[in-house]
């Protein structure tokens, strides 16, 4: 049941996520969303590569890291999400994503919901220790500028994609 209030992502990020999780299947695709800080509305998404390139885990390639954590704390703003992909199971944490989760922000995640493989539903968790509680995902209408820095964003870094490491996140849970 979703009742708690979740991260508000723009519209424009939203598609640009689940552009990014297309285009990556049937691999896992990740990423972080950053927003203004204080705000806890997401208006950037950047895209990071996987470093394991597989469809079953992710793991944000270290420079990636580096180089978007630095990105997102020189133009002023704050993480507010976490993504990935589960490209052959449903937009929900696995075993391994709630062993796995290192960061108190909310996890979004794109999953298979029907008869491709490509993820089509994006889904807000918030995972703590081995629990996962599902969020309200609110949707905000983008303005100009936020457009603008997610184009840029994604230019910059192409198709790539970004995580923690982990096993993998898409397997059937045992």
Known sequence: MIGHA???ISASVIDTILAHA???SPNEACGLVAGERGSHRGTVFHAARNALASPYRFDVHPADLVRILDEIDRAGHELVAI???HP???AAPSAL???EARYAVPHLI???EGGDDAPRTLRAWQI???SARELELRVIETDQQSVARVSSTRRATGSSTMSTAHE???LPER
Do not use: C, M
Request: charged fraction near 25%; charge should be positive.
């Open 88 to 90: 052959r199971s449903a």
């Open 22 to 24: 297309w285009a990556e």
């Open 6 to 8: 979740g991260p508000s």
């Open 97 to 99: 994503d709630r062993r």
């Open 83 to 85: 993504f990935h992909s």
């Open 110 to 112: 794109a999953g298979k």
């Open 128 to 130: 703590a220790g081995s």
């Open 168 to 170: 993998p996140s898409s």
